[in-house]
């Protein structure tokens, strides 16, 4: 199954190091988008989008990227993020519709709390920490395998 992974990460590099870790785990190829967006999305079985959720969100430039897609109708895709607190499925919600506006399949989400020093936590030294820790990286691994199986048998019927 041939598979992309997209990410954007920018303050701490936690979003690249869940991206590194689902990617590999999929055998899969990987794709910063603020150096690079592949072309040929169609030639992929699954894709994955994910970045920092800032102010409630994925970052513009992925919400962005995304929007700019042709149709993928029956794609398979998941969604995954890194954050400082909160409900992830909830911050997931504009890139879930994007993604769904774009004909794709949602096969599964993850999110995982990260280092968060923006605003005011910058000057406590930021919250979570030495997260992602290796729990996470786990959980992730966890979830590629997941996702990898159900993506699998449906492209198999």
Request: hydrophobic share 40%; net charge positive.
């Amino acid at each position: 199954m041939k598979t992309a992974v997209i990410y954007h990460s920018t303050h701490h590099g936690n979003t690249r190091k869940v991206a590194e870790t689902l990617a590999a785990e999929l055998e899969a190829d990987l794709f910063d988008i603020s150096k690079s967006v592949p072309q040929d999305l169609e030639s992929y079985d699954l894709v994955g989008f994910g970045s920092g959720i800032y102010f409630y969100k994925h970052s513009r430039l992925l919400l962005h990227t995304v929007k700019e897609l042709r149709n993928l109708k029956g794609a398979h895709a998941f969604i995954f993020s890194t954050r400082g607190g909160g409900p992830p499925l909830l911050y997931h919600r504009s890139l879930r519709l994007a993604l769904r506006d774009r004909g794709f399949i949602i096969v599964g989400e993850f999110s995982c709390k990260a280092l968060d020093t923006v605003g005011p936590l910058k000057f406590f030294g930021g919250i979570n920490k030495k997260r992602p820790a290796e729990k996470d990286f786990e959980k992730a691994r966890l979830f590629a395998q997941t996702v990898a199986g159900t993506s699998a048998q449906k492209v198999s019927h």
